[in-house]
């Protein structure tokens, strides 16, 4: 995919100033190493009168597809063709915004130390992208641009010359010019509207990307007439992330309007949110007890053995004394969740190699499983059949063997402290069975000394001087004598 920026110049002010303020020297062809191929940028002109930059970026679309192994949704035969024969490499899209932001971000926040009085003017520019995805045609690319300063040029490329009856493709050659704005409006205008004309992002779409599109649209989004379709669609219509941008744009709106700060505008929410103390969500006590049950333990090496969708890997990888995470599963579709919170397709090398995702059932021995400092069962045994319990039992205990093992489950006489859970009923529709704090002792002082363990019991949460507390922790050490006969 291909994108190039030019710009005019005089003695005074010369074109080649572009290679100031894009950070790039014209005289070099320079190759840079993205998320998702290599991006080359390279000056096919470069005089005191004109100079063109030109960012081509290489997607290797089967490497794509390898990265993402195991991270996609499954779907039918012709769609897992179509993530290897598909426009990638072609075609501007997200991606190619990724590029932008990646080769030329200082550019991107108009920095420039070498040249700051033309980093703040406006430049004669003129934009090409020969091959642009826009859904909804021609039309729909002038009303994104023509308001932001832009005189637009775009022409429908034909499915097949050829063949001119079988009409016009999804695809426009684009070009276009101002003299109105600077290199840094540009290039934002740029990164968010190329994947919205797309209407796809090529990665997973999360929190912060409301965050990249505010900082992007700083300055025109706010008052741009389709505000909404932008904001939809650069967000891959999500519905809860595009209320969010949409709130935080409107508050924009109304501090431009008032000449004020947002900040001000919003601040009879803020101060509500301060004098109200929200207490800490009992899954966030329970990550914290673990971590901290973990860390006594002196643990490097922890499996977190029904990870779900990831929460406490997370929370384990901010910790540097745990040097290895392994999350196991059943759940495929938890797994696919769990690597998207964590983000591994976007994860440095050495944060990399800490983590590890596999599929498993706990239900079985897994020689995977063997070697491990801890091992975690964070409310995983409530969700077995009690007649399968035992199975769970000999594989984490008997095969596996970690020297630590944290067993956590609600407890299920703090039931009657929760308000909006009507009497008789367990916590989650999932729940096999609850147990009360004695039968939790009993059934994990009986494993303890099936396998060679001592057990201590840890509260989690308020603990109530009647009922107990919420969730109730064993906390499982091997015996120092068996540890010795087993090595």
Avoid at 294 to 316: F, I, K, N, W
Wanted: some cysteine; hydrophobic content about 40%.
């Amino acid at each position: 995919m291909f994108l190039s920026i030019t710009t005019t110049g005089t003695p005074e002010r010369p074109a080649t100033d572009l290679g100031y303020l894009l950070h790039k020297h014209p005289g070099k062809a320079q190759a840079f190493s993205t998320s998702y191929g290599k991006a080359h940028v390279l000056y096919p002109e470069a005089s005191p009168e004109r100079c063109t930059a030109a960012l081509m970026l290489e997607v290797d679309a089967v490497a794509l597809v390898r990265k993402g192994k195991g991270k996609g949704r499954g779907g039918a035969p012709d769609a897992a063709l179509a993530q290897y024969v598909n426009d990638r490499p072609y075609a501007a899209s997200s991606l190619l915004a990724v590029a932008l932001s990646a080769v030329f971000s200082s550019a991107m926040r108009g920095v420039c130390n070498a040249r700051p009085e033309r980093a703040a003017q406006p430049l004669p520019l003129r934009i090409e992208v020969p091959a642009l995805p826009a859904r909804g045609g021609p039309g729909l690319v002038r009303q994104l641009f023509e308001p932001l300063g832009w005189t637009v040029v775009v022409e429908p490329v034909a499915l097949d010359t050829q063949f001119p009856e079988w009409g016009d493709s999804r695809y426009v050659r684009l070009e276009l010019e101002s003299n109105t704005l600077t290199l840094a409006e540009a290039l934002r205008h740029l990164y968010v509207l190329l994947p919205v004309l797309d209407d796809a992002k090529h990665y997973w779409v999360s929190d912060d990307e409301v965050d990249k599109l505010l900082r992007a649209g700083a300055g025109w989004l706010p008052e741009h007439p389709e505000q909404k379709l932008i904001t939809s669609r650069y967000l891959s219509r999500r519905w809860s992330l595009t209320r969010q941008a949409m709130e935080r744009l409107e508050l924009v709106r109304l501090a431009e309007t008032d000449d004020s700060e947002v900040e001000e505008i919003d601040n009879a929410v803020e101060a509500e949110t301060e004098e109200e103390a929200r207490p800490t969500p009992l899954a966030v006590q329970r990550r914290d007890a673990i971590i901290a049950a973990l860390q006594a333990s002196g643990a490097a090496r922890v499996l977190d053995l029904g990870c779900g969708q990831g929460q406490l890997v997370q929370a384990l990888l901010k910790d540097v004394r745990f040097t290895e995470i392994v999350g196991v599963d059943v759940s495929m579709r938890a797994l696919t969740i769990a690597s998207r919170r964590l983000k591994l397709d976007r994860m440095g090398e050495r944060q990399a190699s800490r983590v590890k995702l596999v599929q498993g059932s706990l239900a079985y021995t897994d020689k995977r499983l063997k070697g491990y400092d801890a091992a975690v069962l964070s409310e995983v045994i409530e969700h077995l059949d009690l007649p399968r319990l035992p199975a769970l039992e000999y594989a984490v205990f008997g095969a596996a063997r970690p020297r630590t093992v944290l067993v956590t489950t609600p407890n299920v006489e703090y039931n009657v402290r929760w308000e909006s859970l009507p009497a008789g009923h367990v916590r989650h529709g999932d729940h096999r069975f609850e147990w009360t704090r004695e039968e939790f002792r009993a059934w994990a002082g009986a494993v303890a000394e099936r396998h060679g363990y001592d057990v201590e019991f840890v509260p989690v949460g308020p603990d109530d001087p009647e009922v107990g507390p919420p969730t109730q922790m064993a906390v499982f050490t091997v015996r120092k004598e068996k540890e010795a006969k087993a090595a």
